[in-house]
């Protein structure tokens, strides 16, 4: 069982920056993927970014399209932690992001084996 702790969001004005951590704790593996989902109030949740390992190496990055050039996800493997540096803020990414990890390589909602509980990012206009 694989846990997962978040660290980081709060609120901010459009044009900010915040970065978000997230530690997986538990029985990783040597492949795998980490990410970051957002879930607005009465939208449905959506990936954001994720970042896959395999033996230990950082491999193919995903971005979705609303993110593109202002979000960097990045990983420590040795402490098997995740990253997302979020620059350029918009009103519309305010949501609930949650970190997430998957076997494999890929990371969508189906793939995904553990959740983190979320932490909530607020940017105002």
């Known amino acids: 069982q694989v846990q997962l702790v978040e660290s980081g969001g709060g609120s901010v004005q459009a044009g900010g920056s915040l970065n978000l951590s997230c530690s997986a704790d538990g029985r990783t593996s040597r492949i795998d993927t980490m990410g970051w989902f957002r879930q607005a109030p009465g939208k449905e949740r959506g990936i954001v970014a994720s970042i896959s390992r395999i033996q230990g190496n950082s491999g193919n990055t995903y971005y979705a399209d609303s993110v593109k050039g202002r979000f960097t996800i990045s990983r420590d493997n040795a402490k098997n932690t995740v990253h997302l540096q979020m620059n350029n803020l918009k009103a519309e990414d305010t949501a609930t992001y949650y970190c997430?990890?998957?076997?494999?390589?890929?990371?969508?909602?189906?793939?995904?084996?553990?959740w983190g509980q979320g932490t909530q990012v607020t940017v105002s206009s």
């Open positions: 997430a990890w998957g076997l494999g390589l890929r990371l969508s909602a189906k793939d995904v084996v553990s």
